[in-house]
């Protein structure tokens, strides 16, 4: 079936760099996509979303990119701090779809 | 603004018997969905509840049950646990009405389900 991936389980980033955490989906139909942070002990916190008709979006800190051409998604976290230490999320849905398709998901660990 | 909120939040039981998981939806939502997390995945769809109906169901046996109230809080029912039925359950709460539709999922913390 359609699955969302991610191309690294783990990602070590010195605190202050940039951080990019990619996704690649495999369902063309796929018309929103979201990034979720996951704490240990907590459930998962939104961090930004995008539409298919953008190809990227700018939050605090935070950037989505989306490249539907070839199916991938990236989310990019500026000058990283310790507390961006967590599992990170890709997720899409189907226009008409209620189902949030995750991927597995991908460590961030802050190296101090 | 009180988020999304489940109870309890850790369970144990044994096979075969039947466990209820509870949640309220976040201030102003309308839309319940219920997710299940095994240890080092994505969180996987089981059912969304909308105007006291499951609106649509994940890939998940019928043990899996639910119900909204008029309050918008709903409840998950596993019946017949297995062992595998281990896990994280996360509700997640949004806003859909059929005019308009936010489609950012809010979560809750999650219930830990270990069936012995």
């Known amino acids: 079936g359609e699955s969302v991936g991610l191309h690294l389980p783990t990602l070590s980033v010195q605190e202050g760099d940039n951080s990019i955490i990619n996704c690649a989906y495999s369902n063309s139909a796929s018309d929103y996509f979201i990034w979720y942070k996951q704490e240990s002990g907590k459930g998962p916190q939104f961090i930004i979303d995008?539409?298919?008709?953008?190809d990227k979006r700018q939050g605090q800190r935070v950037t989505v990119l989306l490249n539907k051409t070839v199916k991938h998604l990236s989310l990019q976290i500026a000058a990283t701090q310790p507390g961006d230490s967590a599992v990170y999320f890709c997720a899409e849905k189907e226009f008409g779809n209620e189902k949030l398709t995750f991927g597995t998901g991908t460590r961030l660990t802050i190296i101090p | 603004d009180a988020g999304v909120t489940q109870s309890p939040t850790h369970l144990i039981k044994t096979r075969g018997q039947q466990v209820t998981l509870r949640c309220s939806p976040k201030?102003?939502?309308?839309?319940v969905s219920w997710y299940q997390q095994a240890l080092g995945q994505g969180p996987q769809f089981i059912f969304q509840y909308y105007e006291e109906e499951e609106r649509q169901r994940g890939n998940f046996p019928d043990r899996f049950s639910g119900h909204q109230f008029p309050n918008y809080s709903s409840e998950l029912n596993v019946n017949a646990l297995l062992l595998g039925d281990s896990a994280l359950y996360l509700c997640?709460?949004?806003?859909?009405?059929?005019?308009?539709?936010?489609?950012?999922?809010?979560f809750g913390s999650g219930t830990q389900l270990s069936v012995l």
């Open positions: 995008i539409r298919s008709n953008m």
């Open positions: 997640a709460s949004s806003y859909g009405t059929t005019r308009e539709r936010d489609e950012k999922l809010f």
């Open positions: 201030s102003g939502h309308d839309t």
